[in-house]
């Protein structure tokens, strides 16, 4: 079957800290990958994508890319801010019926 | 512009009323979706249409039933609200031509809670 696993939070970091959410997949073929961030009362927003092995999604000083030899799409980001407190969702989806399937999610807390 | 609306934002309500949710997209998008996430923050699919017909239909009590009355409207109606249904509720959509790129577009989210 198709699933994501994330790694469980809750993650505290102070201001200006490395971040890596870990994230890997099962998947019965090649689904595109994506990293969605969940703002306090908001719904979920974009943050970026990859499509196929090797690929680097970018945003907002985040990176992940698409690892299909250690199925895995870790998001990363080098100096995190306040303003990144939120919760990080890993997803895969297949273009066909659409159907996405989210990871169970990542707080992420930043300290001053 | 909203690119996906919901309404209400808030809703308060006894066990076993019947309430509805609706979800407005203006992307021109020809799949929509129903989302509950609970308190843990986990995100559970509900219910997928596209081109306003039932595509995924979850594990889901019968006392939750959608309507699509078309390709820009999804909305959630909920009879005999019980406790275990407070939660948020999030509507998306989607582009579903088969490309690789169709991310969901999500709401800002239902926060439904039974008393």
């Known amino acids: 079957g198709n699933s994501v696993t994330q790694m469980e939070g809750p993650v505290t970091l102070s201001e200006e800290a490395f971040l890596t959410i870990n994230c890997t997949y099962t998947?019965?073929?090649?689904?595109?990958l994506f990293w969605y961030v969940q703002y306090p009362g908001e719904g979920l927003q974009l943050l970026l994508k990859?499509?196929?092995?090797?690929d680097k999604g970018s945003n907002k000083g985040f990176e992940a890319t698409y690892r299909k030899e250690t199925t895995s799409f870790h998001l990363e980001k080098g100096s995190v801010q306040v303003s990144d407190s939120a919760v990080y969702f890993c997803?895969?989806?297949f273009g066909t019926g659409n159907q996405f399937y989210f990871g169970t999610g990542t707080s992420l807390t930043v300290i001053p | 512009d909203t690119a996906v609306s919901q309404t209400p934002k808030y809703l308060v309500t006894q066990m076993g009323n019947d309430k509805s949710i609706k979800c407005e997209q203006n992307?021109?998008?020809?799949?929509m979706y129903w989302y509950k996430q609970d308190s843990k923050k986990f995100l559970k699919i509900m219910f997928s249409?596209?081109?306003?017909?039932?595509?995924i239909n979850e594990t889901v009590p019968n006392r939750f039933s959608p309507k699509s009355p078309d390709k820009a409207h999804l909305n959630l109606h909920i009879n005999s609200l019980e406790l275990g249904d407070s939660a948020v509720y999030f509507c998306?959509?989607?582009?579903?031509?088969?490309?690789?790129?169709?991310?969901?577009?999500f709401g800002p989210g239902t926060r439904l809670t039974v008393l």
């Open positions: 998306a959509s989607s582009r579903s031509s088969g490309g690789r790129y169709n991310e969901q577009f």
């Open positions: 998947a019965t073929g090649y689904p595109s």
């Open positions: 990859a499509t196929k092995a090797d």
């Open positions: 997803a895969l989806s």
């Open positions: 992307l021109g998008h020809d799949t």
């Open positions: 249409y596209n081109n306003k017909e039932l595509i």
